[in-house]
């Protein structure tokens, strides 16, 4: 029942994938998607203040213990061991959290509050990606590996309303901690932290407004619109399994993989690139993007408290049923009145949580995760290689198995 539910799931996927960024669709296999020499009307030429740079070659294994092959000239060239991808942008990313503090930078109160997630302590990985979908796709254009300041804008701007959207999560989950520390709403209160989240979010795009042109404000204000959508999907359920599954990934894709996604495009117009080297970025986000989240549903039946820095099966005690369980249900249909009712009544949330531990809903939430890097590693290889190109590939790894 498991296995078919799978198999409804990835072909709800599949339909789902028409929440593209262009309209143009992308051949993964075939010629390598070329672009224009400029971005919009008004992107700069490749002469940022970040320098490129000379990089040697390595040589790297996926999860499985298989090299993974790169194409050059048309043949199998010889598999490359890679660093982890942040000392790749590790230059590009060093003062990052300093750079989002002084645009946050006001004459009143909300200032100091505003700061208090940006200490360097989050994971910064779509920052990360940003950086390295912009240099690798520099380097498939112009044979530059620079970052121009309007990509490295985008990547501000992704952690920044990436933290805008958990201090609004918080004041909707009336959470207390965030980060392993105590969360905003719960030292500042209700009101000011749904304050803080906006400033925050008024800030971002204030400064990407400063250097990037209209086509790429367009496609960074789609993650505002969809992140609201996403949160109007999570207050409703469905009935029929199909239906339920198709709601929890169009909902997945618009709280998480939107940003990524639409951060990965804005890089790609920043760069020059045509419809589909921009759907090429978008869709390796929207992959990685929901990969993320269907491990972030995993580990919040198998991690602890302390290592996730914020409290564990908090979905469940939120009422929201996620992949583990629709997977589960599949075995357990007891599990179905639980997940209309949201799980509301007493036991409810033990009870499911032990279910989900006796179903394989913990493996096949893993092995979609799984489909998804596999589709994120076959859309980047169309790139020219680079290292940027291959720390991208290395990235899904580092997804599917984060313990955080």
């Known amino acids: 029942m498991a296995i078919s539910l799978w ?99 006001s004459q009143f109160e909300l200032q100091e509050i505003a700061k208090y997630y940006f200490d360097g302590q989050g994971k910064a990985v779509r920052p990360l990606i940003t950086v390295l979908m912009s240099r690798a796709i520099n380097t498939h254009l112009h044979d530059e590996d620079r970052l121009l300041d309007s990509q490295r804008d985008v990547a501000m701007a992704a952690e920044m309303i990436h933290t805008a959207s958990l201090v609004h999560d918080d004041v909707l989950d009336v959470s207390d901690t965030r980060r392993g520390k105590a969360s905003i709403n719960s030292i500042h209160g209700q009101r000011k932290a749904v304050m803080t989240g906006d400033f925050i979010l008024s800030a971002t795009y204030t400064m990407i407004s400063r250097r990037c042109c209209p086509d790429a404000i367009i496609a960074m204000g789609e993650i505002l619109m969809n992140l609201i959508h996403g949160e109007f999907l999570q207050m409703g359920s469905k009935e029929s399994e199909d239906e339920r599954f198709a709601h929890y990934l169009k909902k997945t894709f618009l709280k998480t993989a939107s940003l990524i996604a639409y951060s990965c495009k804005t890089a790609a117009i920043l760069s020059g690139a045509d419809d589909s080297l921009q759907e090429v970025a978008f869709q390796y986000g929207r ?51 639980m997940i209309m009712r949201r799980f509301q009544e007493p036991g409810d949330v033990q009870k499911a949580f ?34 940027e190109q291959k720390a991208l590939i290395t990235i899904t790894d580092k997804v599917l198995n984060r313990t955080k």
């Open 287 to 337: 992959n990685v993007g929901i990969a993320f989240q269907l491990v972030d549903d995993l580990l919040d039946f198998v991690s602890s408290s302390s290592t996730m820095g914020k409290p564990t099966a908090a979905d469940l005690k939120l009422g929201l049923a996620t992949a583990p369980v629709l997977f589960a249900a599949g075995q357990f249909p007891e599990l179905n009145p």
């Open 7 to 105: 198999g409804r799931a990835a072909r709800l996927l599949e339909t789902f994938a028409s929440h593209s960024s262009a309209s143009r669709t992308v051949t993964y296999f075939g010629n390598v998607a070329q672009g224009s020499e400029l971005g919009c009307d008004a992107a700069p030429a490749l002469t940022s203040k970040t320098a490129g740079r000379t990089r040697g070659s390595y040589r790297r294994l996926t999860s499985t213990g298989r090299p993974l092959p790169q194409m050059q000239a048309g043949r199998l060239a010889e598999p490359l061991i890679l660093p982890h991808p942040a000392t790749l942008v590790e230059e590009d990313l060093r003062l990052l959290f300093d750079d989002i503090r002084k645009e946050l930078e």
């Open 354 to 387: 032990e279910l989900v531990h006796k179903s394989d809903g913990l493996e096949q939430t893993q092995f979609l995760a799984r489909q998804h890097c596999q589709e994120a590693i076959k859309v980047i290889s169309t790139l020219k290689p680079s290292e």
